[in-house]
């Protein structure tokens, strides 16, 4: 409803300005402006009342209540009362105007922080005579200004009592019939004035389910618009060379990168362009799923791509795929920033005859002076870190099949939401006879004991990594930085060849480093988080990572993925102190389990959606009362829901659909545009 708040009695200027801070300039957003929490005021018996609780108790006063000033207008109101035979000390703050109100005998329900000891409660609300209406549950809500919860309840209450104020109800009557559901006006009422608890949850249930249902059918009817405008060739490979370049692997592939091949070969067979998302943990064969569909796209006669974020990473791609392609008739070029200037040339002529089946390279790919003629499939690898224009720019190339790559494992519940306009697929299994990374989880005091393991490793002919949190000190972080343990360790180890890599290097001086480390003239290399994508050095079997309480589950994960990529037994030890629950809770779980997508799960438990994937790139949109995590049902639901409708011709025809259609046309998902 379009009329504004300030039509309701007791809002002025100043109360309008402080409400337009929250959002509210209509008193349709005062209603959609819901409490964040509720205070339990059912009275108890005094018997039951738990210390240090918030408590609301009923009774009468006893004798005189007493005021004491302090300090400038400030002062202290005390009084005693009897409830159920027990008597109370009442203390509250700058309530002095209640003094005259509060006579021997008068029924009073006051509501605080109840202490036993003292027997006294020091109150938060006094109601003075008998509540007519008793509410066990009072609406606290976000302020702002000079605004007060009791403000907002009174013109919520106004607000309420206006027939016409609430939002149309949008679900169909089968889905409120299926689930139960409260109609709209009631949940409305419900969350701004519950009548007892059961009637909340089931206001707080119809609410949630709807916030995410409307934003599954934006995604799923973006996903559908996108593929009517995008109509793409259905792929007609070469069956019998593909069986064949699978049949020359070295290795069985695993179920799950069977099952990841053959979503991506449907989706390559359709009359529109694949948006797909290939998640598997470190390890898991990702590279070698997508090799053979860009093999599959190449005997169909396209050319592919596949862009990277790192030249390290584009030139060790550019090996393992010569690699796998020796023995097939596949041409392939690298380019990247760094390439030469005669050979960017030649690439570029080859690429405008046709005579290159795979260009890997970083972001020089999408340069307007590249031409990809022909191009039938983008594969980008660690997609997150390429920004939205440089993959639009990539697409625009000819509108190819576009495979997103990434080993950051992502919780369902975030692939659901912030990735919902995708195909997910996920490779959940390791290579058979991958042994697992040993995890140990070692105090600082411990530091020369680890240091002599790696010096074993080493001796041993393996290679080792340190890793450090940050480049250099913090006022905030007593975090020994990276440049002091390398010095440090040149000192106890002598013998050993150490390397360091850091953020504040040039390129040339990484890659340098790099290259050594490759080449096993660098056995131990001491590191910020720069290896932490995609760096393939099957020797190094020994990890440290000092400070380990200041990464996150998924860093620490990736950190661990990049040892234990050989035949030998890989070690990662974890050396921390944490002094927060958290952080020994992170260190426990690190130690418990190799598995990617269980250790999402639990990161994303202990640090919510946001920081998981970064606020600004997150994607993770606002909901009022739902929350992906804890409602995870409630959202895994919603979207099977959605996905029935979007595909079902009722819903684009029949009247029930009618305000669910038109909320998709207002939001634009109808015409392609998607909303965060």
Request: hydrophobic share 40%; proline share 4%; net charge negative.
């Amino acid at each position: 409803m379009n009329t504004s708040v300030s039509s309701l009695k007791g809002i002025g200027k100043e109360s309008a300005k402080d409400l337009e801070r929250l959002g509210i300039f209509f008193i349709s957003d005062l209603l959609a402006h819901l409490p964040y929490r509720y205070e339990n005021k059912e009275a108890q018996p005094v018997e039951q009342l738990v210390h240090d609780d918030n408590v609301t108790v009923e009774g009468v006063v006893i004798g005189e209540a007493r005021v004491s000033y302090y300090g400038r207008k400030k002062n202290r109101l005390n009084f005693k009362m009897n409830s159920g035979g027990h008597v109370l000390n009442v203390v509250a703050f700058n309530r002095a105007f209640l003094k005259s109100k509060l006579q021997n005998e008068v029924a009073i329900t006051v509501s605080g922080k109840w202490n036993r000891h003292r027997a006294q409660i020091t109150a938060q609300s006094i109601e003075v005579g008998q509540v007519e209406e008793k509410r066990p549950y009072a609406p606290i809500y976000a302020l702002s200004g000079r605004l007060t919860t009791r403000q907002l309840t009174q013109w919520t209450e106004d607000a309420l009592a206006m027939t016409d104020a609430f939002p149309p109800e949008r679900l169909p009557e089968a889905l409120l019939e299926r689930y139960k559901l409260p109609a709209i006006s009631d949940t409305i009422q419900q969350l701004h004035r519950p009548t007892d608890k059961e009637s909340l949850k089931h206001a707080r249930r119809r609410y949630i389910y709807e916030e995410f249902l409307l934003f599954q059918l934006r995604m799923q009817a973006y996903k559908r618009s996108v593929r009517q405008h995008e109509q793409a060739t259905p792929l007609q490979e070469d069956v019998a060379k593909v069986k064949a370049f699978m049949d020359a692997l070295p290795f069985a592939l695993t179920q799950a990168q069977k099952r990841s091949l053959d979503e991506i070969v449907h989706d390559l067979h359709q009359p529109y362009r694949m948006n797909r998302l290939l998640q598997g943990d470190v390890g898991s064969g990702k590279t070698v799923v997508a090799a053979i569909a860009m093999y599959a796209v190449i005997t169909a006669g396209k050319t592919t791509a596949l862009m990277v974020p790192t030249e390290i990473l584009a030139e060790q791609h550019y090996e393992s795929l010569q690699e796998l392609f020796r023995e097939f008739d596949v041409s392939i070029r690298l380019l990247t920033g760094s390439t030469k200037k005669s050979e960017r040339k030649q690439t570029i002529e080859a690429l405008e005859a046709g005579q290159v089946n795979v260009l890997i390279g970083t972001h020089a790919l999408i340069q307007p002076d590249v031409p990809i003629p022909n191009l039938g499939l983008v594969v980008t690898d660690e997609q997150h870190r390429f920004g939205v224009n440089q993959r639009r720019a990539l697409k625009e190339k000819g509108s190819p099949d576009v495979l997103f790559m990434t080993a950051t494992p992502i919780p369902r519940t975030l692939a659901i939401t912030a990735f919902g306009d995708m195909d997910v697929s996920r490779i959940d299994e390791q290579p058979v006879g991958r042994k697992p990374v040993e995890t140990y989880w070692a105090k600082h005091d411990m530091f020369e004991r680890v240091i002599t393991f790696i010096e074993k490793e080493i001796r041993a002919g393996r290679q080792a990594y340190v890793i450090c949190p940050l480049i250099e000190e913090s006022e905030q972080l007593d975090v020994q930085n990276a440049i002091d343990l390398y010095e440090q360790l040149q000192q106890i180890l002598p013998s050993v060849s150490v390397g360091l890599v850091h953020g504040r290097l040039s390129n040339d001086e990484k890659n340098g480093t790099m290259e050594r480390f490759f080449s096993n003239h660098v056995q131990l290399l001491v590191s910020t988080t720069v290896v932490e994508v995609g760096v393939n050095v099957p020797n190094a079997t020994c990890m440290l990572i000092y400070d380990a309480d200041r990464f996150g589950l998924a860093q620490l994960h990736q950190l661990r993925g990049r040892v234990g990529r050989g035949d030998a037994q890989s070690y990662c030890i974890l050396l921390s102190d944490p002094t927060s629950e958290t952080g020994k809770e992170r260190m426990k779980i690190m130690t418990e389990t190799t598995d990617g997508f269980v250790l999402a799960e639990e990161d994303l438990k202990l640090r919510g959606p946001g920081d998981l994937l970064g606020k600004k790139q997150s994607g993770m949109p606002h909901f009022r009362l739902a929350d992906p995590v804890h409602d995870y049902r409630a959202l895994e639901t919603a979207r099977q829901d959605a996905q029935t409708l979007i595909q079902s011709d009722a819903f684009w025809a029949d009247v029930e659909y009618e305000a669910l259609r038109n909320y998709l046309s207002d939001t634009g998902a109808l015409s392609g545009e998607k909303l965060d």
